[in-house]
Nanobody, 118 residues
Framework: QVQLVESGGGLVQPGGSLRLSCAASGSISSTNAMGWYRQAPGKQRELVATITNGGTTNYADSVKGRFTISRDNAKNTVTLQMSSLKPEDTAVYYC????????????WGQGTQVTVSS
């Protein structure tokens, strides 16, 4: 069984920075993608950033240049460094781990609240 445990999040002023971390445990394929998604009240969950075990990254246009995703393959952890935060970044952020091996395996963390407000 795969588990994702998130840490970080909280309240930050506009223009501030915050870091989210996620640790995965269990039976995990060495070939996978880890990432972050977010869901604001009344909106659908959306991609923020993903990174493969090979280091290929993908960012939502809205966070490019402000957020940086990184990972430690040996520890199965992924980190999202968020800078120049805006009120519109306010959402619940979810860690995601996925891979394909005959079928798609897709796992989610419990979510962590990020609030950007003065």
């Amino acid at each position: 069984q795969v588990q994702l445990v998130e840490s970080g999040g909280g309240l930050v002023q506009p223009g501030g920075s915050l870091r989210l971390s996620c640790a995965a445990s269990g039976s995990i394929s060495s070939t996978n993608a880890m990432g972050w998604y977010r869901q604001a009240p009344g909106k659908q969950r959306e991609l923020v950033a993903t990174i493969t075990n090979g280091g290929t990254t993908n960012y939502a246009d809205s966070v490019k240049g402000r957020f940086t995703i990184s990972r430690d393959n040996a520890k199965n952890t992924v980190t999202l460094q968020m800078s120049s935060l805006k009120p519109e970044d306010t959402a619940v952020y979810y860690c995601n781990l996925s891979w394909r091996r005959f079928v798609v395996y897709n796992y989610w963390g419990q979510g962590t609240q990020v609030t950007v407000s003065s």
